[in-house]
């Protein structure tokens, strides 16, 4: 593997990034302007140096303590002896992220600090912002999170408390995976192992329910969509942050069609199906997406080499179109209950999704949404050409063409309401609404 020495003149210059933005509403449930400024400012000093691609000690003025601060937005690759909690060697594209950092921020760079909470923290690290000190302007105002987006050598990372800049960051961390920048180039560290592996994956991010109650319920489908097998032996699984990866075990291959899930949870492997597995992670590892924040996270599929190989990440930022867009539809929604315990009549509620296309659909990552109640089809969920599938609202055994969304009671408004399938990037493909009770509680 092959490391170092890639940073370019553009990447390495230190870039002035003066934020003010205006969100999509589908991306942060507001179209307020954001501007780095409007970032409560924490601590201003000078660096002492950066230690690893997304972390710096810094001395703040008039103290003698030396800090760790952990960049906000942006998540490098680990390099060895510093917070690597699962390599003991460096990972592809750490050593050039390290080396970006330095030639931005070297010793002695005037450095502001800005965080929603004073008290953000990550691993004995405050978690910040990091703006540098440009003569020109004669302001803070070098972004150091958004020199990093561009270059193409950081995941993002997005946290709840903190996501007053993750939209920019998302969008110029989208724009360098397109343009196959850094580790967005599989070939970015070497020779690419198994070149001819062909895979999807897709994140299953909300799960059924109370998430922290339900870890399992989130997970993620790896599936081999080409012609070859492909050996994931000793392939690392992980998110954006370092809480929980997993690793395929010795001996794991995927023939054509065949797939795996991954659970975020505990579990014995192969168990209640031979397509099983789990990350055994004590709580959660996807955020779900926000209405007041813009929120998410994604699913990085990294060979031996540790080079990023494919990935799902959400929610959408550019060309958010989808392949089951016309394809697969809501074609009916029961409001309507009239049985006496609360569990025969949620199951009297239901929705009907259908195919009306002319080829198979997988609803890997798909979602039905009402309000703030989600269900995501089964893994593997497959609907033929004008097959249908029936979601019901209540408990029950799922078949091939029923599930159930887990429901103890009712769920539906029978006067006023809506119903949503999205996919896991939040891309709307169908949706109905209701504002009057039919006779039948059938709409359509």
Request: negative net charge; contains cysteine; hydrophobic residues 35%.
């Given at each position: 593997?092959?490391?170092?020495?890639?940073?370019?003149?553009?990447t390495a210059a230190a870039v002035a990034f003066a934020f003010a933005l205006v969100l999509p509403a589908n991306?942060?449930?507001?179209?307020?302007?954001?501007?780095?400024t409007d970032i409560p400012l924490q601590e201003t000093g000078q660096v002492i140096e950066a230690v690893d691609?997304?972390?710096?000690?810094?001395?703040?003025?008039?103290?003698?303590?030396?800090?760790?601060?952990?960049?906000?937005?942006?998540?490098?690759?680990?390099?060895?002896?510093?917070?690597?909690?699962?390599?003991?060697?460096?990972?592809?594209?750490?050593?050039?992220?390290?080396?970006?950092?330095?030639?931005?921020?070297?010793?002695?760079?005037?450095?502001?600090?800005?965080?929603?909470?004073?008290?953000?923290?990550?691993?004995?690290?405050?978690?910040?912002?990091?703006?540098?000190?440009?003569?020109?302007?004669?302001?803070?105002?070098?972004?150091?999170?958004?020199?990093?987006?561009?270059?193409?050598?950081?995941?993002?990372?997005?946290?709840?408390?903190?996501?007053?800049?993750?939209?920019?960051?998302?969008?110029?961390?989208?724009?360098?995976?397109?343009?196959?920048?850094?580790?967005?180039?599989?070939?970015?560290?070497?020779?690419?192992?198994?070149?001819?592996?062909?895979?999807?994956?897709?994140?299953?991010?909300?799960?059924?329910?109370?998430?922290?109650?339900?870890?399992?319920?989130?997970?993620?489908?790896?599936?081999?969509?080409?012609?070859?097998?492909?050996?994931?032996?000793?392939?690392?699984?992980?998110?954006?942050?370092?809480?929980?990866?997993?690793?395929?075990?010795?001996?794991?291959?995927?023939?054509?069609?065949?797939?795996?899930?991954?659970?975020?949870?505990?579990?014995?492997?192969?168990?209640?199906?031979?397509?099983?597995?789990?990350?055994?992670?004590?709580?959660?590892?996807?955020?779900?997406?926000s209405d007041s924040s813009f929120l998410g996270d994604g699913a990085y599929l990294l060979d031996r080499n540790?080079?990023?190989?494919?990935?799902?990440?959400?929610?959408?930022?550019?060309?958010?179109?989808?392949?089951?867009?016309?394809?697969?539809?809501?074609?009916?929604?029961?409001?309507?209950?009239?049985?006496?315990?609360?569990?025969?009549?949620?199951?009297?509620?239901?929705?009907?999704?259908?195919?009306?296309?002319?080829?198979?659909?997988?609803?890997?990552?798909?979602?039905?949404?009402?309000?703030?109640?989600?269900?995501?089809?089964?893994?593997?969920?497959?609907?033929?050409?004008?097959?249908?599938?029936?979601?019901?609202?209540?408990?029950?055994?799922?078949?091939?063409?029923?599930?159930?969304?887990?429901?103890?009671?009712?769920?539906?408004?029978?006067?006023?309401?809506?119903?949503?399938?999205?996919?896991?990037?939040?891309?709307?493909?169908?949706?109905?609404?209701?504002?009057?009770?039919?006779?039948?509680?059938?709409?359509?």
């Open positions: 593997m092959r490391i170092g020495g890639r940073i370019g003149a553009a991306a942060a449930g507001t179209n307020a302007a954001v501007s780095y691609g997304d972390t710096l000690k810094f001395i703040e003025d008039g103290s003698s303590t030396v800090e760790k601060i952990r960049l906000l937005g942006v998540n490098t690759p680990e390099v060895t002896g510093f917070n690597n909690a699962h390599f003991d060697s460096n990972m592809c594209g750490g050593i050039d992220a390290w080396h970006q950092l330095q030639r931005l921020l070297p010793a002695g760079t005037r450095v502001q600090l800005r965080s929603a909470s004073h008290d953000s923290s990550n691993r004995g690290r405050a978690l910040r912002y990091v703006f540098a000190w440009d003569a020109t302007t004669g302001q803070y105002d070098v972004d150091v999170q958004a020199a990093i987006a561009r270059s193409g050598l950081a995941m993002w990372f997005a946290l709840d408390a903190e996501a007053a800049l993750s939209y920019p960051y998302r969008l110029m961390i989208d724009q360098a995976q397109s343009a196959g920048a850094g580790l967005w180039n599989p070939g970015y560290c070497g020779p690419v192992e198994q070149p001819d592996a062909h895979l999807s994956v897709v994140v299953s991010w909300d799960a059924p329910g109370i998430d922290n109650e339900n870890l399992n319920g989130e997970f993620v489908v790896v599936r081999n969509t080409g012609a070859s097998d492909v050996d994931l032996s000793g392939w690392l699984l992980r998110d954006s942050s370092l809480t929980s990866w997993f690793h395929f075990a010795p001996g794991t291959v995927l023939a054509p069609a065949d797939y795996r899930i991954v659970h975020v949870g505990s579990g014995t492997p192969g168990v209640p199906d031979t397509h099983d597995l789990y990350i055994n992670s004590p709580e959660p590892l996807f955020p779900n997406t540790t080079a990023v190989r494919f990935y799902d990440e959400y929610p959408c930022v550019s060309n958010c179109g989808d392949a089951l867009t016309g394809r697969v539809v809501i074609t009916k929604v029961n409001a309507k209950s009239r049985a006496k315990s609360p569990a025969a009549r949620a199951n009297q509620e239901f929705v009907v999704v259908k195919n009306v296309g002319s080829t198979p659909a997988l609803l890997d990552g798909y979602y039905l949404r009402r309000t703030a109640s989600t269900y995501p089809f089964m893994a593997n969920t497959w609907l033929q050409p004008g097959e249908s599938m029936t979601v019901r609202i209540g408990r029950g055994t799922p078949s091939e063409h029923l599930q159930y969304w887990g429901q103890p009671s009712t769920l539906l408004d029978d006067a006023h309401d809506c119903v949503s399938l999205l996919s896991n990037e939040n891309v709307k493909i169908s949706e109905v609404h209701w504002t009057k009770p039919s006779e039948t509680g059938l709409h359509q």
